[in-house]
């Protein structure tokens, strides 16, 4: 089984996500894969998020300095942030770069600064952001969902991806896992009801989190409804049709 790409993109409807896992290899390997990736992409806007930069195995700065050689030639709008606080270097650059302290802080800002798409057109169908990590889960809500033809459903692995994808797709509702990989959905959540970019989608939150302290907590950060894992299916349609009933009504 080889080795996963240093390089992973996620197409947002006209943005892409490029995310560079720094420390899983060489960095020359990196650029080199950053550069065919790039020259891939067809989309009007390009947000480069940088992991675990100070794993690079060569000079950070001259990482950095490669990484935005590669950035200029790009002829559409680039964002870029990393988490570690080591991008002054790149601050003289005529690209816009962020320098937040938080994927939290990133997601917020590239949000206010990078998001101006209207929204798909309203349609028949039932608009919902699943926003989970654990493949087995997310498969599970994509099968149950594709049982009916009133969803458009689409998907997302990060707290960061699901804040993007709920500022372009618009969603009516948001399945919205809490124990996240990068940002937890409590976070998430916040950061999405404070913004005016993504409209006012109904969020389920679902987690395993089951003590009452948790779950109070969870609702008052502004979710609709609560589900506890493992759940059943019919319970999570019945809460899924009373929140949308309630936004027709």
């Known amino acids: 089984m080889g080795m996963e790409s240093p390089v992973d993109v996620r197409v947002m409807e006209d943005m892409a996500v490029v995310r560079l896992a720094c420390g899983s290899a060489p960095s020359s390997e990196i650029v080199r894969t950053l550069k065919r990736k790039l020259g891939d992409l067809r989309v009007s806007k390009i947000v480069l998020v940088m ?16 990484v ?34 938080s994927e939290s802080e990133a997601l917020d800002r590239v949000s206010e600064k990078f998001i101006s798409a209207p929204g798909p057109a309203e349609g028949e169908k039932t608009r919902v952001l ?18 009916e033809d009133r969803f458009d459903v689409r ?30 959905g409590r976070d998430v959540c916040r950061i999405l009801r404070g913004n005016q970019h993504v409209g006012n989608p109904k969020i389920i939150a679902i987690t395993a989190l089951s003590r009452e302290k948790d779950v109070s907590e969870i609702i008052s950060v502004g979710v609709d409804d609560y589900l506890g894992k493992p759940f059943r299916m019919n319970v999570l349609l019945k809460k899924i049709d009373r929140l949308i009933s309630k936004e027709g009504g």
């Open 51 to 66: 992991d675990d930069i100070r794993k690079v195995d060569a000079s950070i700065t001259s990482f950095i300095a490669a």
């Open 68 to 101: 935005d050689d590669l950035i200029k030639e790009v002829p559409n709008p680039v964002i870029v942030f990393e988490s570690s606080g080591l991008f002054e270097s790149m601050a003289g650059s005529t690209r816009p770069y962020l320098f937040p302290r």
């Open 130 to 147: 699943i926003i989970e990590d654990d493949k087995d889960v997310m498969e599970f809500l994509i099968d149950l969902l594709a049982t």
């Open 155 to 184: 998907t997302a692995s990060t707290g960061f991806e699901g804040g993007l994808a709920t500022a372009y797709f618009k969603p009516h509702l948001i399945l919205l896992d809490i124990m996240l990989p990068d940002i937890d």
